[in-house]
């Protein structure tokens, strides 16, 4: 979907993302775009199988050219790690690891808080297939996994990161990037006009019958109009389309 | 990242995922794993630009084959919303259109209610690059729209399909996949003698220097060991580390 604002100022402030031994340059152009979308800039990358700079990487990131530019390669997770002060690993096994165990909501409120302390924190995440090893895990502070479908729980790491970027952007109360249009509202005198406009019309067509039942259906019909919150704008269309039904049906007897 | 158990039952009820003239079968396919990944199973593809089926897709979905076989195609988008009750358009752009828009977690909500209800509802979403025409958004109850960074907010389908799906998981307040092992916790009176054990080593090696500190130096370090909320079987292991550092500087002295 687009919507891009390129006016706008790119969002960089966040947790690192670490992915650890990544196998596919566009897993990991994927995961760059996530990033940027949900506002976080800063990637490295553990030994990345196929090495880096990666043009499959950079085409997967769709534009992101400012988080693919940054990234930083390291051999060795320590290091990747080395000026972070409170660090999560994400699992989707149980490792039977004294380690908090958090979801994605909870992990955000952590890691802002940390964040507005200005601490620098990092989320790790590992290979396509294996994950992080348990040595790996045991460098982080807490285990952060996803509510997910027991019988199909496979994340791609992209959507991994995708998941913990939204998250992190949630966390920040950000309003919608829009949201309905002002309109001006119609006021109780425009809306009794139009029932008198429309139920004087329907008497002639003899719509209310029979009589005793006329309170009952002119109520119903008012519940309806009441209830779509019409604008001032929407009561005139009503108000046209009745004078053309009227119209329509007198022409029509005419002939 | 792994962790599918297969014995487990597959999670099959919620919204129906609808998407409109999607081009690439590998965006069907990631939408579709994303799907299965939290628990939603009902696909419809409106017009979908290579047909289907479509191998590409089956490939990307990574093994959801209940959704791959169960996804039905339409020429036309009124027929595919005709059995349900209420729609979600997502859109990254404002349409100045009269609806309510909502974030993914509030749309959920509402989602979640009328499921509650017996309501069969769902979630619209465009094409790669121009989402939906306003004509289709005009189809829906309610706009959803995520909050992104303004300056990169270009989110790819099965992304979108992603957060959507993972809010709807999230909604049911399902628990997490796993959690901290159990473990058995430690007795002050363990604790106390982890205290006496180290104090104790330490004062041999004068390490609580000067006298009048060592009140301070004892409190700080047994905080350190108090907020690790250690367990019973940590606790063990750090009384035989500190029995192993003592053996080792009283054999280094007797060498």
């Known amino acids: 979907m687009s919507g891009t604002d390129y006016r706008r100022k790119t969002l960089s402030d966040g947790p690192v993302i670490v992915l650890v031994n990544p196998q596919l340059g566009e897993n990991i152009g994927t995961a760059i775009r996530a ?19 990666s043009d499959t990487a950079r085409a997967a990131a769709a534009g992101a050219d400012h988080v693919v530019d940054g990234t930083r390669v390291f051999d060795d997770l320590e290091e990747a790690l080395a000026d ?8 989707a096994r149980n490792r039977d690891m004294l380690k908090p165990v958090r979801g ?27 994950g992080l090893s348990n040595e790996e895990i045991a460098l982080a502070d807490e285990i952060v996994t996803f509510p997910v479908n027991p019988a ?18 949630q966390g920040e109360g ?8 002002e309109s001006i509202p119609a006021s109780k005198q ?34 309806i109009f ?30």
Chains 1, 2 share one sequence.
Not at 158 to 169: F, G, H, I, K
Not at 207 to 214: A, G, I, M, V, W
Not at 233 to 251: D, N, P, T, Y
């Open 152 to 169: 199909f729980a496979s994340l791609n790491i992209a959507q991994a990161v995708l998941l913990m970027s939204y998250e992190w952007l």
């Open 104 to 130: 994605p909501h909870e992990a955000v409120a952590t890691l802002r808080k940390r964040h507005k302390r200005g601490e620098k924190t990092g989320i790790l995440f590992g290979r396509e297939r294996a």
């Open 35 to 53: 990033m940027a979308n949900f506002g976080l800039a800063e990637l490295r990358l553990v030994n990345p199988r196929d090495g880096w700079p």
């Open 84 to 91: 972070l002060t409170f660090v999560y690993a994400t699992s």
């Open 190 to 223: 425009d809306l009794f006009g139009l029932y008198e406009h429309l139920e004087t019309a329907l008497d002639k067509e003899r719509y209310f019958y029979p009589e005793h039942k006329r309170a009952t259906m002119v109520e119903n019909l008012r519940n």
């Open 226 to 255: 009441h209830k779509a919150q019409l604008s001032k704008q929407e009561i005139h269309a009503l108000r046209g389309m009745v004078a053309a039904l009227e119209g329509r049906k007198s022409r029509a007897r005419k002939k």
């Open 174 to 181: 950000r309003p919608l990037p829009f949201g309905v249009p």
